[in-house]
Protein backbone atom coordinates (compact mmCIF):
# COMPACT_ATOMS: atom_id res chain seq x y z
CA UNK A 1 0.00 0.00 0.00
CA UNK A 2 1.22 3.60 -1.14
CA UNK A 3 -0.11 6.22 1.07
CA UNK A 4 0.23 10.29 0.71
CA UNK A 5 0.19 11.69 3.41
CA UNK A 6 -1.01 15.66 4.05
CA UNK A 7 0.14 17.69 6.94
CA UNK A 8 -2.45 20.74 6.08
CA UNK A 9 -1.27 24.04 6.16
CA UNK A 10 -1.45 27.33 4.38
CA UNK A 11 2.15 28.74 4.76
CA UNK A 12 3.79 25.13 4.83
CA UNK A 13 1.36 21.71 3.62
CA UNK A 14 3.36 18.71 4.52
CA UNK A 15 3.29 15.88 2.47
CA UNK A 16 5.03 12.58 2.56
CA UNK A 17 4.91 8.98 0.86
CA UNK A 18 5.03 5.65 2.74
CA UNK A 19 4.86 2.44 1.31
CA UNK A 20 3.88 -0.84 3.62
CA UNK A 21 1.79 -3.01 4.81
CA UNK A 22 0.68 -3.49 8.63
CA UNK A 23 2.65 -5.88 10.24
CA UNK A 24 6.06 -5.09 7.92
CA UNK A 25 8.84 -3.01 8.02
CA UNK A 26 7.78 0.60 5.67
CA UNK A 27 9.96 2.33 3.43
CA UNK A 28 9.47 6.24 2.99
CA UNK A 29 9.68 7.24 -0.78
CA UNK A 30 9.49 10.82 -0.13
CA UNK A 31 8.66 13.59 1.94
CA UNK A 32 8.51 17.44 2.12
CA UNK A 33 6.53 20.43 2.20
CA UNK A 34 4.80 22.93 -0.30
CA UNK A 35 5.23 26.37 0.49
CA UNK A 36 3.43 29.22 0.01
CA UNK A 37 4.14 33.11 1.10
CA UNK A 38 2.24 34.23 3.64
CA UNK A 39 1.63 37.87 1.78
CA UNK A 40 0.27 36.33 -1.13
CA UNK A 41 -3.58 36.26 -1.90
CA UNK A 42 -5.55 33.41 -0.84
CA UNK A 43 -6.49 32.11 -4.05
CA UNK A 44 -2.76 32.46 -5.39
CA UNK A 45 -2.05 30.41 -2.27
CA UNK A 46 -4.40 27.71 -2.70
CA UNK A 47 -3.42 27.13 -6.35
CA UNK A 48 0.10 26.94 -5.53
CA UNK A 49 -0.97 24.24 -2.83
CA UNK A 50 -3.10 22.20 -5.40
CA UNK A 51 0.01 22.69 -7.80
CA UNK A 52 2.35 21.05 -5.23
CA UNK A 53 0.07 18.20 -4.21
CA UNK A 54 -0.78 17.18 -7.84
CA UNK A 55 2.61 17.43 -8.70
CA UNK A 56 3.35 14.66 -5.29
CA UNK A 57 0.55 12.89 -6.88
CA UNK A 58 2.17 12.63 -10.19
CA UNK A 59 5.52 11.91 -8.82
CA UNK A 60 4.61 8.96 -6.37
CA UNK A 61 1.49 7.41 -7.96
CA UNK A 62 -0.31 6.95 -4.14
CA UNK A 63 -2.90 4.47 -3.58
CA UNK A 64 -4.35 5.83 -0.88
CA UNK A 65 -4.40 9.87 0.48
CA UNK A 66 -4.57 10.31 4.62
CA UNK A 67 -5.21 13.74 5.35
CA UNK A 68 -5.34 15.21 8.90
CA UNK A 69 -8.80 15.95 9.64
CA UNK A 70 -9.08 20.05 11.05
CA UNK A 71 -9.77 20.72 14.67
CA UNK A 72 -11.38 23.34 16.88
CA UNK A 73 -8.03 25.48 17.56
CA UNK A 74 -8.26 29.03 19.39
CA UNK A 75 -7.20 30.64 16.14
CA UNK A 76 -10.07 30.68 13.93
CA UNK A 77 -8.11 32.32 10.96
CA UNK A 78 -5.12 29.45 11.65
CA UNK A 79 -8.22 26.87 11.78
CA UNK A 80 -9.56 28.39 8.34
CA UNK A 81 -6.69 28.03 6.43
CA UNK A 82 -5.79 24.23 7.56
CA UNK A 83 -9.49 23.81 6.64
CA UNK A 84 -8.81 25.20 3.27
CA UNK A 85 -5.54 23.59 2.17
CA UNK A 86 -7.18 20.22 3.61
CA UNK A 87 -10.07 20.68 1.19
CA UNK A 88 -7.30 21.61 -1.54
CA UNK A 89 -5.82 18.23 -0.89
CA UNK A 90 -8.89 15.97 -1.00
CA UNK A 91 -10.33 17.51 -4.21
CA UNK A 92 -6.75 16.86 -5.27
CA UNK A 93 -7.25 12.78 -4.99
CA UNK A 94 -11.11 12.90 -5.42
CA UNK A 95 -10.22 14.25 -8.73
CA UNK A 96 -8.04 11.46 -9.37
CA UNK A 97 -10.43 8.92 -7.67
CA UNK A 98 -8.08 8.09 -5.09
CA UNK A 99 -9.50 7.11 -1.33
CA UNK A 100 -9.08 10.13 0.86
CA UNK A 101 -9.28 9.08 5.18
CA UNK A 102 -9.25 11.87 7.94
CA UNK A 103 -7.23 10.72 10.77
CA UNK A 104 -7.00 13.57 14.04
CA UNK A 105 -3.96 14.66 15.59
CA UNK A 106 -4.64 12.07 18.42
CA UNK A 107 -5.11 9.20 16.25
CA UNK A 108 -1.80 9.98 14.58
CA UNK A 109 -0.04 10.26 17.44
CA UNK A 110 -1.46 7.58 19.30
CA UNK A 111 -1.06 5.18 16.26
CA UNK A 112 3.01 6.08 16.11
CA UNK A 113 3.93 6.99 19.51
CA UNK A 114 1.18 4.95 21.58
CA UNK A 115 0.36 8.07 23.22
CA UNK A 116 -2.26 10.35 21.86
CA UNK A 117 -1.14 13.29 23.53
CA UNK A 118 2.65 12.76 22.19
CA UNK A 119 4.65 16.33 21.20
CA UNK A 120 5.67 17.06 18.07
CA UNK A 121 9.32 15.96 18.97
CA UNK A 122 7.70 12.80 20.08
CA UNK A 123 6.49 12.05 16.78
CA UNK A 124 9.26 13.17 14.92
CA UNK A 125 11.35 10.71 16.67
CA UNK A 126 9.26 8.05 16.18
CA UNK A 127 8.54 8.31 12.68
CA UNK A 128 12.52 8.47 12.02
CA UNK A 129 12.73 5.27 14.12
CA UNK A 130 9.89 3.45 12.31
CA UNK A 131 11.58 4.41 8.47
CA UNK A 132 14.25 3.96 9.73
CA UNK A 133 15.87 7.63 8.82
CA UNK A 134 19.46 9.09 10.28
CA UNK A 135 17.51 12.21 11.34
CA UNK A 136 13.79 13.09 12.00
CA UNK A 137 12.63 15.07 8.65
CA UNK A 138 12.14 19.11 8.96
CA UNK A 139 9.87 21.32 9.54
CA UNK A 140 7.80 19.57 11.90
CA UNK A 141 5.08 19.23 8.83
CA UNK A 142 6.91 17.03 6.91
CA UNK A 143 7.48 14.55 9.48
CA UNK A 144 3.92 14.57 10.56
CA UNK A 145 2.62 13.94 6.84
CA UNK A 146 4.84 10.76 7.27
CA UNK A 147 3.04 9.99 10.91
CA UNK A 148 -0.26 10.33 8.86
CA UNK A 149 0.95 8.00 6.22
CA UNK A 150 2.14 5.45 8.68
CA UNK A 151 -1.39 5.73 10.85
CA UNK A 152 -3.22 5.00 7.29
CA UNK A 153 -1.16 1.81 7.06
CA UNK A 154 -1.71 0.86 10.24
CA UNK A 155 -5.16 1.31 10.64
CA UNK A 156 -6.58 0.73 7.21
CA UNK A 157 -6.92 -2.74 7.82
CA UNK A 158 -9.38 -2.72 10.76
CA UNK A 159 -11.10 0.55 9.30
CA UNK A 160 -12.23 -1.89 6.21
CA UNK A 161 -13.59 -4.64 7.97
CA UNK A 162 -15.28 -2.35 10.41
CA UNK A 163 -16.74 -0.77 6.90
CA UNK A 164 -17.50 -4.14 5.49
CA UNK A 165 -19.09 -5.37 8.90
CA UNK A 166 -21.26 -2.20 8.78
CA UNK A 167 -22.54 -2.63 5.31
CA UNK A 168 -23.31 -6.27 5.60
CA UNK A 169 -25.34 -5.20 8.43
CA UNK A 170 -27.17 -2.39 6.43
CA UNK A 171 -27.39 -4.42 3.49
CA UNK A 172 -31.08 -5.44 3.27
CA UNK A 173 -32.04 -8.59 3.80
CA UNK A 174 -34.43 -10.78 1.54
CA UNK A 175 -37.24 -13.03 3.70
CA UNK A 176 -36.57 -16.90 3.22
CA UNK A 177 -39.77 -18.37 2.85
CA UNK A 178 -40.42 -21.84 3.88
CA UNK A 179 -41.90 -24.14 1.05
CA UNK A 180 -43.93 -27.26 2.69
CA UNK A 181 -45.46 -29.57 0.94
Same mark, same amino acid.
Given at each position: ?????????????????????????????????? $???????????????? $??????????????? @??????? #?????????? &? #??????????? =??? %??? @????????????????????? #???????? %??? %????????? &??? &?? @????????????????? #????? @? =??????????? =?
Amino acid at each position: MRVLGVDPGLTRCGVGVVEGVAGRPLRMLGVGVV $RTPSDAELGERLVAIE $RGIEAWLDEYRPEFV @AVERVFS #QHNVRTVMGT &A #QASAVAMLCAA =RRG %LPV @ALHTPSEVKAAVTGNGRAEKD #QVGAMVTR %LLR %LDAPPKPAD &AAD &AL @ALAICHIWRAPAINRLQ #QAHAA @A =RAPRIPVRKVT =R
